[in-house]
């Protein structure tokens, strides 16, 4: 029995389509997931139009942010069963005697290779992960959010681990994506004052990031930054995907602050660090995410005090995909959210 899947097949522009493929064969330490819901990341999406940055592994699977119900358990997975309810991490192969894996940051093994790219994603019915990637889902979070908990990670480690918050603090989020949002609200969550900035383009997903509470600027955030006492905004979260808000990041915030560095950006910066010397400003680039971080989102989620609601634009089924794509792409939606049964 063959099952539905989405498939970046070359590293051309559009090389994405639907195809047929096989139930994967598990391992002694995997399991087989039925993937209930899959979230469209940005990734899936920069390699669909090809300027991605990273090394694919044609043909691959698209999808990394899913969860679903456990159909079958390899060998010596003793700590799952069939019928738990589970999301899973995305570090699908690591080298665990790597230094970094060894620390407990096995997101930062330069060997990792994730689901999405470097192995088969869940961009369909069944998906294998290792059971050590296997987080449970409370009975009460829905798959079609549960399945956003690796973004709301993304946004934790950013924010909380990677930047220090204080309650009150201004905190100024460049990027109106699902990252940005999620950093903002997260931002919240530790008490902060926070604004999101974006284009005018960009109205509509700033309108869902005011749902979070959040003031919502278009263009220039300089009299936001100053408000308090002119000096600029505590912290910058950078998530926008473009080098140049570094420049704007710098520009923002106040002596002694911090940058924390979530979105990428290929092209080459141009412009002086000067003033992240002479600010005494912490730049803080920040990847992926780890367990804790993940039980931590999970639980937040779970309690209602991160909801991701807001920023799902709509389910489609698998082969409704390029629509979700789409619908993404050009920021109507800020996260597609597909179904494959
Ligand atoms: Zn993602």
Request: charged share 20%.
């Amino acid at each position: 029995m063959k099952y539905q899947a989405v498939v970046n097949y070359a590293p051309e522009k559009g090389c994405v389509e639907l195809r047929d493929i096989d139930v994967p064969v598990i391992g002694e330490d995997d399991v087989l997931l039925e993937v209930v819901n899959v979230g469209v990341c940005g990734s899936d999406l920069h390699q669909w139009t090809a300027d991605h940055s990273w090394p694919v592994n044609y043909p691959v699977v698209l999808g990394h942010e899913f969860g679903g119900n456990i159909v079958e358990t390899g060998k010596r997975v003793t700590n799952w069963k069939i019928g738990d309810r589970v999301v899973s991490e995305t570090a699908a192969i690591i080298d665990v005697n790597n230094p970094m894996s060894r620390r407990g940051l096995y997101n930062l093994d330069p060997t990792l290779k994730g689901f999405g790219y470097g192995v088969n994603g869940a961009m369909t019915h069944y998906v294998k992960a290792p059971a050590r990637c296997l987080h449970h889902v409370p009975e009460q979070l829905p798959f079609e959010q549960a399945c956003l908990t690796e973004p709301c990670c993304v946004a934790y480690n950013a924010v909380v681990e990677n930047a220090r918050i204080k309650p009150g603090d201004r905190i100024i989020v460049l990027g109106p994506g699902t990252i940005g949002i999620l950093c903002a609200a997260v931002a919240k969550l530790c008490g902060a004052d926070v604004a999101v900035v974006g284009l005018q383009t960009d109205i509509h997903r700033l309108q869902i990031a005011a749902q979070y509470g959040c003031d919502i600027i278009t263009g220039d955030a300089t009299v936001w930054a100053k408000e308090q006492d002119g000096l600029g905004a505590d912290g910058v979260i950078d998530a926008a995907g473009n080098s140049i808000t570094l420049k704007i990041a710098l520009d923002l915030v106040r002596p002694n602050g911090f940058i924390s560095k979530v979105g990428w950006g290929p092209q080459p910066l141009n412009f002086s660090l000067d003033a992240l010397v002479q600010k005494n400003v912490r730049l803080q680039g920040t990847f992926s995410h780890n367990w804790p971080v993940w039980e931590r989102v999970i639980a937040l989620m779970a309690s209602g005090k991160l909801d991701v609601r807001p920023i799902i634009g709509g389910i489609w089924p698998l082969d409704s995909w390029k629509e979700a794509f789409e619908k993404m792409h050009k920021g109507e939606v800020v996260k597609s959210v597909l179904k494959p049964i």
